[in-house]
């Protein structure tokens, strides 16, 4: 089992809705979580960065982190073409070393 | 501020060749991380380098190997190339006395082992 489940998509989503992508993972150690944004043929762009339980929001991106049922999650609000992209959730036990991903999912959105 | 650079950025091998990726940090950063991201998937943690020497490893075998130099700068060698080798391969540069929010990944090499 991977530490860090995330479904592939591909999520279709018409422009102005809202996004939802989630994540499950089954390491009790992790504290710190994060999304990273990822176009095609480009390095990882952090988005969100949690550290424990709650949420957080900047912009139109809103970030929850449920450590009780190991569930987090990353909303866009009105979405526009320009947030097609692969969106990676990712933990970490410390504030350095190992991130472990998922395996991303792909959101297009539709003008 | 050139970010976080790698070089090169495409790259083509046959099996069992030998090849050296090479990673400059950002401007003032101390710490450099490399991760292998197979199509498809998320990028999986090979090590991660600190004062020269390496601080953590992933679950790579010991074909994987790395270096940091005194200006903070990496190369990853990779022995004995396999088809499962052919990867974007990242590096991320960051600060030892900072947290995640100061990691930054650059472009990436793509490696095509044919």
């Known amino acids: 089992q991977k530490e860090v489940e995330q479904d592939p998509g591909p999520l279709s989503v018409p422009e102005g809705a809202i996004v939802s992508l989630n994540c499950t993972y089954s390491n009790s150690a992790f504290q710190y979580f994060m999304w990273y944004r990822q176009y095609s043929r480009k390095g990882p762009e952090l988005l969100m960065y949690?550290?424990?339980?709650g949420n957080k929001e900047d912009g139109r991106f809103t970030a929850q982190v449920d450590k009780s049922s190991k569930y987090i999650s990353l909303f866009i609000r009105d979405s526009q073409p320009s947030d097609s992209a692969t969106y990676l959730c990712?933990?970490?036990?410390?504030?350095?070393?190992?991130?472990?991903f998922g395996a991303g999912t792909q959101v297009v959105v539709t003008p | 501020d050139a970010g976080v650079t790698q070089s090169p950025t495409h790259l083509i091998k046959t099996r069992g060749q030998q090849v050296t990726l090479r990673c400059s940090p950002k401007s003032g950063h101390d710490t450099v991380s490399w991760y292998q991201q197979a199509l498809g998937q998320g990028p999986q943690f090979i090590f991660q380098?600190?004062?020269?020497?390496?601080?953590q490893r992933g679950n790579f075998p010991d074909r994987f190997s790395g270096h940091q130099f005194p200006n903070y700068s990496s190369e990853l060698n990779v022995n004995a190339l396999l088809l499962g080798d052919s990867a974007l391969y990242l590096c991320a540069s960051s600060l030892e006395s900072g947290s995640w929010d100061t990691q930054y990944f650059g472009p990436g090499t793509r490696l095509t082992v044919l």
């Open positions: 949690t550290y424990s339980s």
């Open positions: 380098y600190y004062e020269e020497e390496e601080r």
């Open positions: 990712a933990s970490s036990r410390d504030s350095w070393g190992k991130l472990q």
